[in-house]
């Protein structure tokens, strides 16, 4: 596509659910990178996707957070058991390599009642 | 991993006024980015400028590698101007290749 698009715009989801939100990187993209923001906080690393290599999970802030690329294109982000403070913004991002500009989709603003 | 500071936290201008926004970074870097977040949340790229000089209408940036720091000029700001300016950098190895965000420059500019 033209852009990243992510999906859905906005979620609001019970505590202990579960939740999905994907993300579909610019078409050609090998690198897919998720970040979180949190209200009145700082861009988070959480993951990052690099062709056929194992991901760097090491932003994941805990094992209830998990992700998938699929393909090499589309990418899902799963939060199992949902709690209060997994409400922020999740915002996808692909470049065309590792380490290259990097570009955002427009985010899905979690929230956790 | 690389630290980056953003200056100065907060900045009101008139509609008009010219303005200097600041980013230093701890380690040298190969990926540097400058991005505006808009009311809406997206964050737009503004430059991808790991060094030198580039242009593009009312912004420039100027990244001193060497020297660690990245500079964003806005002249002649206007009201759509307004919002969160991020500076984040990486350093574009397997072990690096994430990029580091600073706190931003929140921005409000007055007509």
């Known amino acids: 596509g033209a852009g990243v698009s992510q999906s859905p715009s906005n979620k609001v989801t019970e505590k202990g659910k579960d939740v999905e939100l994907r993300c579909d990187p610019i078409?050609?993209?090998?690198?897919l990178y998720w970040y979180r923001q949190s209200l009145g906080q700082g861009l988070e690393f959480l993951i990052y996707?690099?062709?056929?290599?194992?991901?760097?999970k090491s932003g994941l802030p805990s094992d209830r957070f998990s992700a998938e690329r699929t393909g090499g294109s589309v990418s899902t982000l799963t939060i199992q058991r949902t709690q209060q403070e997994d409400s922020a913004v999740y915002l996808c991002?692909?470049?065309?390599?590792?380490?290259?500009?990097?570009?955002f989709g427009q985010g899905t603003r979690l929230t956790v009642v | 991993g690389i630290q980056v500071e953003q200056s100065p936290p907060d900045l009101i201008l008139q509609e008009g006024a010219n303005s200097t926004l600041r980013c230093n970074f701890s380690?040298?870097?190969?990926?540097l980015q400058w991005f505006h977040q808009n009311p809406w949340g997206q964050l737009i790229n503004l430059f991808y400028?790991?060094?030198g000089t580039k242009q593009n209408g009312r912004l420039s940036a100027t990244t001193v590698a060497t020297e660690r720091y990245s500079l964003l000029y806005i002249s002649s700001s206007q009201t759509t101007d307004s919002g969160v300016y991020f500076c984040?950098?990486?350093?574009?190895?397997?072990?690096?290749?994430?990029?580091?965000f600073g706190e931003g420059t929140q921005l409000t500019v007055n007509p």
């Open positions: 991002a692909s470049s065309l390599d590792l380490g290259v500009e990097a570009f």
């Open positions: 380690d040298s870097v190969n990926n």
């Open positions: 996707f690099q062709g056929n290599s194992a991901p760097d």
């Open positions: 400028i790991p060094s």
């Open positions: 078409s050609g993209h090998t690198a």
């Open positions: 984040a950098s990486g350093r574009g190895e397997t072990s690096g290749s994430r990029l580091t």
